[in-house]
């Protein structure tokens, strides 16, 4: 990944591109192959290695919220400035390390603070002139009302992925009426 990364990077620069990795999902082995990208330690060994600003992140708070040995709110404050794209779900870990999908406001991850630390972001990043916006969109819905009898990839469902993007929107909403004037 390293190797492709020093490869692809430059060509990114150069195009004026962002390249954002999502994390290993599910962040636990499968058929015995290593994960690669799971942890902070993991994120911090790709981005010293090819350090540009046009490598970064995916931040997915259900691939990386779904290690019980992760915090995503230290990873996304640790790598703030290299979100590029946001995917905002939650999970819930079960006592045995398995999960299962939360509520977007529900779960381990706090949405509210996770959020705030993204619209500072946004705010600094813009002030100093690097970007206007990270992209965000919700990830995974429950199966609500008409959902329910339609034949539905299980998380993508129409219904609960407008309940989660509706709930994100007004977290946005209150925490922009909040924020002091800049």
């Known amino acids: 990944l390293v190797d492709f990364l020093r490869e692809v990077v430059p060509v990114a ?85 398995s999960f299962v999908e939360a509520p977007h406001l529900g779960g381990r991850t706090d949405m509210v603070a996770l959020l705030a630390l993204l619209l500072r972001e946004e705010r600094e990043a813009a002030a100093a002139g690097r970007r206007a916006s990270i992209p965000l969109r919700p990830d995974h819905g429950h199966l609500l009302a008409a959902d329910a009898a339609r034949r539905v990839n299980p998380g993508y469902s129409y219904i609960g992925r407008l309940r989660g993007l509706a709930e994100l929107r007004g977290v946005i909403r209150a925490l922009e009426a909040l924020a002091p004037a800049a």
């Open 13 to 97: 620069e150069e195009l004026g591109v962002r390249l954002a990795i999502h994390p290993d999902d599910p962040p636990v082995k499968l058929f015995g192959l290593p994960r690669v990208v799971s942890r902070l330690e993991d994120l911090a060994t790709l981005f010293e290695a090819v350090p540009s600003r046009a490598n970064g992140l995916t931040l997915c708070a259900g691939s990386l919220g779904s290690r019980a040995d992760n915090d995503v709110l230290a990873i996304a404050e640790t790598f703030r400035s290299r979100i590029h794209f946001a995917h905002l779900r939650n999970v819930t870990v079960e006592p045995d390390g």
